[in-house]
């Protein structure tokens, strides 16, 4: 076999938490009867795996973001110029629909702070993980017997 | 106690690194008939902590070089090796040795990519009549996030079908691991189960990606366990998982 073979541009081993138990925590075949699971702790530090949901603060980043570009004029890339100007028509009597219209007053402090420029989608990257939160932060009981 | 890392043939070299708990032991191999289970002893109220996960890892990654090797879930211990035998070797020898049969000079590579947030909307909204500084009212700043983010997912999702599509070919298998669907979520995670023996061209494929979208963080871990590619009859439903984007190969579990 080849595996030992190693190149410069590929890293041997998993280096974050998360990518570690993607491997192990909800993988690997599971053994019944005297054999148990140890585990403990580990879905704390798994918790922050995929709290990754879309927000009015995501939202907003984003618009902030379209609000910073530049105004080199180049090609049209994509639907967005139009869009922005659909939107200033709309202007001031646009409303925010659905799920987002109990959050908009909230969202005006966020949107003012915003606009105070702060980079945070610089370290966005960094909070990625990997594992599905759904199944490791449930297994937080130290001994169950979860496959029947 | 006797913590348990994985199966794997009975004439499989024995494991260098050291196991899990405090200070780390030794790891050896309980064999019985074809196969032996990677064991290694801690005290009756072991539990595990986040070296004893990487532990774990490393462990198999280290005996990946001597052969197949089949992974056991995180946190897997029996009171001593008869047990071993008894409940993981010879209760599941048969579905365990095709296991082992199909992992036979296989590897699991994982391709994970994210790009610079701030490069990728300027990608898709290109300049706006926006003056930098402007401000949107918040329910139209919401508005325009929205359709960005809309923007985001299509061009995040255009760009891991395109990666995706360049490695496949090279793969057995292939599968997602993690659900990517929202504005938040990276471009791609992905594991390719690959032939060792083509281990080489796999990384020139990537280095390959690498220099065709220099803009993207590309990471590219291997060869590891086939964790996601382990056929068990065990293995539990998936009905509740939801893919936007599927692999051709089955989810391993």
């Not at chain 2, 909307?121 to 919401?142: F, K, M, Q, T, Y």
């Not at chain 2, 070919?169 to 669907?181: F, K, M, T």
């Amino acid at each position: 076999m080849t595996v030992s073979t190693q190149s410069v541009n590929r890293a041997p081993r998993p280096s974050g938490l998360a990518d570690v138990l993607d491997l192990v925590l909800d993988k690997g075949i599971v053994i019944d009867a005297y054999v148990r699971l140890a585990l403990v702790g580990i879905e704390i530090l798994t918790l922050d795996a995929r709290v990754v949901i879309a927000s009015v603060d995501t939202y907003l980043r984003f618009a902030e973001a379209v609000n910073r570009l530049d105004l080199q004029p180049h090609e049209q890339v994509a639907g967005l110029p139009g869009l922005v100007s659909d939107m200033q028509e709309k202007g001031a009597r646009s409303k925010t629909r659905g799920a987002l219209a109990g959050v908009t007053e909230g969202a005006k402090e966020m949107a003012s702070s915003l606009r105070g420029g702060d980079d945070d989608e610089d370290k966005q990257p960094a909070r990625r993980a990997s594992t599905r939160p759904s199944r490791t932060t449930t297994r937080r009981t130290r001994s169950q017997n979860e496959e029947s | 106690m006797r913590y348990v890392y994985g199966v794997v043939r009975a004439e499989h070299p024995p494991a260098q690194l050291k196991g899990v708990g405090r200070p780390p032991v030794d790891v050896r191999l309980v064999p019985s008939g074809p196969l032996a289970a990677v064991v290694s002893d801690v005290d009756e109220d072991f539990l595990v902590e986040e070296n004893d996960a990487r532990s774990h890892v490393h462990v198999l990654i280290d005996l990946l070089g001597g052969g197949p090797v089949i992974p056991v879930r995180l946190g897997t211990v029996a009171p001593d090796d008869e047990a071993v035998c008894a409940e993981v070797l010879d209760a599941a020898r048969d579905d365990l040795l095709g296991c082992i049969e199909a992992l036979d000079g296989k590897v699991e590579l994982h391709v994970d990519v994210d790009d610079n947030e701030a490069e990728a909307i300027a990608a898709v909204a290109g300049a706006g009549p926006l003056r930098p500084g402007e401000a949107l009212d918040v329910a139209s700043a919401l508005e325009l996030g929205q359709r960005v983010a809309v923007l985001l997912v299509e061009h995040r999702q255009r760009l891991a079908e395109e990666i995706v599509a360049k490695l496949r070919p090279i793969a057995v298998r292939d599968a997602p691991r993690s659900v990517i669907e929202g504005p938040e979520d990276p471009v791609l995670r992905w594991a390719f189960l690959i032939d060792a023996d083509d281990l080489v061209t796999f990384d020139e494929a990537v280095i390959g990606i690498r220099a065709a979208y220099p803009s993207l963080v590309i990471r590219y871990v291997g060869p590891l366990p086939a964790a996601h590619f382990v056929d068990w009859r065990g293995r539990p439903e998936r009905g509740d998982e939801v893919d936007t984007f599927q692999g051709n190969g089955s989810w391993g579990w």
